[in-house]
């Protein structure tokens, strides 16, 4: 039996459960961790289970997880008091995470804690010039001083967050975008609020989106370049007019590719890579879990099909 981890809405899943027949289907328990504890039951014992819609699931049943986008449990409005709630959410998530770390399925895609590890983008960097890839010279600060220093030293230099590129607000969910920044902008005082990530702007003459399936490497280039709105950073998403197509890489590259992902002990992860117009290779960063449905609509990459096949390997 396969376990899937998410939320209600998911496109990701959706997109995966068109590709399944009937048999594969059957076979899949889909947990909306916002269904618990309102809808959901989880009993942690000498045999632990999971109550979904009535019916139980032992969990020493499931041989492969795919932890997709779990939302925040759901508590119910009858809570009235803001402690009671925060207290509820709190423990709610505990017995969630208790849960992750006391089972040891054979197969996670991708186990919770290892995803955490994997996202700090500044030691990717290490990592990455470690393994042998070039990277864009980088600094983290919340020091003024030393980020206009930094973008006085490099010819062209990029801000962009240090970890988190959303937010949510009264108005929905915000993206943090990767934008220009010289060093007489103003702005750089605000991070003595917050640290921020200056980075040597990078040529590109296509950007790379390299998805790494267990040891299958797929690789989408983004032209980028031939759309004002995506030039600097692509997740300015105007798909109509940004060609995507699948991109042959060099040997070389798709063995450190899946070598990052694999010194994180992952059997996922969605890389972003720049090819300069020398034809050199850069490093940006490693998504442990990362969007890739759109990929595979615009360049026919069969990456569904790699994800299908590893959730069943251990069937």
């Known amino acids: 039996m396969i376990l899937i981890v998410s939320q209600t809405i998911d496109d990701h899943i959706d997109f995966l459960f068109e590709r399944l027949d009937n048999t594969k289907k059957d ?8 269904e618990f ?4 039951s989880i009993m942690l014992s000498d045999a632990p289970s999971l109550n979904i819609k009535g019916r139980i699931h032992l969990l020493r049943d499931f041989s492969s997880v795919w932890y997709r986008r779990p939302a925040d449990p759901h508590i119910s409005s009858t809570v009235k008091n803001s402690v009671a709630r925060e207290y509820a959410l709190e423990e709610s998530w505990n017995i969630l995470n208790a849960l992750w770390e006391g089972m ?3 197969l996670w895609i991708n186990h919770p804690a290892k995803i955490k590890k994997a996202k700090h983008k500044w030691s990717q960097s290490v990592v990455a010039r470690r393994i042998g890839f070039m990277c ?5 600060t919340n020091n003024p001083d030393e980020a206009r220093s930094f973008c006085r030293m490099v010819e062209r230099a990029i ?5 988190t590129s959303h937010f949510q607000s009264e108005n929905g969910w915000n993206m943090i975008y990767t934008n220009p920044i010289s060093s007489e902008d103003l702005r750089i005082q605000d991070i003595e609020l917050a640290p921020a990530t200056f980075q040597e702007y990078i040529p590109k003459k296509i950007e790379l ?4 399936v267990n040891n299958k490497v797929f690789a989408c280039a983004i032209e980028s370049q031939a759309n004002s709105k995506t030039k600097d950073d692509w997740r300015h998403y105007d798909l109509d007019n940004t060609p995507h197509h699948p991109f042959n890489l060099p040997s070389h590259i798709k063995d450190m590719c899946v070598r990052i992902v694999k010194h994180y002990d992952l059997n996922f992860g969605a890389i972003d890579l720049i090819l300069t117009p020398d034809n050199k290779y850069y490093f940006l960063e490693l998504n442990p879990n990362g969007q890739w449905a759109w990929i595979e609509e615009m360049s026919g990459l069969p990456i569904s099909s790699a994800i299908i096949d590893l959730l069943f390997s251990r069937e």
């Open 37 to 40: 504890p309102t809808l959901v």
């Open 27 to 34: 076979q899949i328990v889909r947990f909306n961790t916002e």
């Open 104 to 106: 040891d399925w054979p």
């Open 209 to 212: 989106r390299v998805t790494v």
């Open 136 to 140: 864009p010279r980088t600094l983290v």
């Open 159 to 163: 801000i962009k967050p240090v970890f």
